[in-house]
Nanobody, 132 residues
Framework: QVHLVQSGGGLVQAGGSLRLSCAPS????????FGWFRQAPGKERGFVAA????????YYADSLKGRFTISRDIAKNTVYLQMDSLKPEDTARYFC?????????????????????????WGQGTQVTVSS
């Protein structure tokens, strides 16, 4: 069992930046894949970004490329989501998710974008609010 603990988030003005963090409680990451998802009120949860812990490869929702960056710090055993040039439409609850030992086809297909079937563990979520 992996318990993901999220931190970061909060209130920021449009154009500002925030960084979210995701770390496991009580263990170190190994062969995991990670994703960030977000859900705004009245909307479905949507894919934001994903990362392979072992390979360091990254994947993004097309609409967020260039503004959002997913990364990992192996020494700190933490996954980050850096969000720049934030817009009011980025306001949502953001969730970190993890999948254990993803196969190569996981990354070549669309599993990493699938919030329903692609991940085994989820963080508690953190609110990001962008004011205009």
């Amino acid at each position: 069992q992996v318990h993901l603990v999220q931190s970061g988030g909060g209130l920021v003005q449009a154009g500002g930046s925030l960084r979210l963090s995701c770390a496991p409680s009580g263990r170190t990451f190994g062969r995991f894949g990670f994703g960030w998802f977000r859900q705004a009120p009245g909307k479905e949860r949507g894919f934001v970004a994903a990362l392979s812990w072992t390979a360091g490869s990254t994947y993004y929702a097309d609409s967020l490329k260039g503004r959002f960056t997913i990364s990992r710090d192996i020494a700190k055993n933490t996954v980050y989501l850096q969000m720049d040039s934030l817009k009011p439409e980025d306001t949502a609850r953001y969730f970190c998710a993890a999948v254990s030992d993803p196969t190569p086809t996981y990354w070549s297909g669309t599993y990493y974008r699938d919030g329903d079937k692609g991940y085994d563990y989820w963080g508690q979520g953190t609110q990001v609010t962008v004011s205009s």
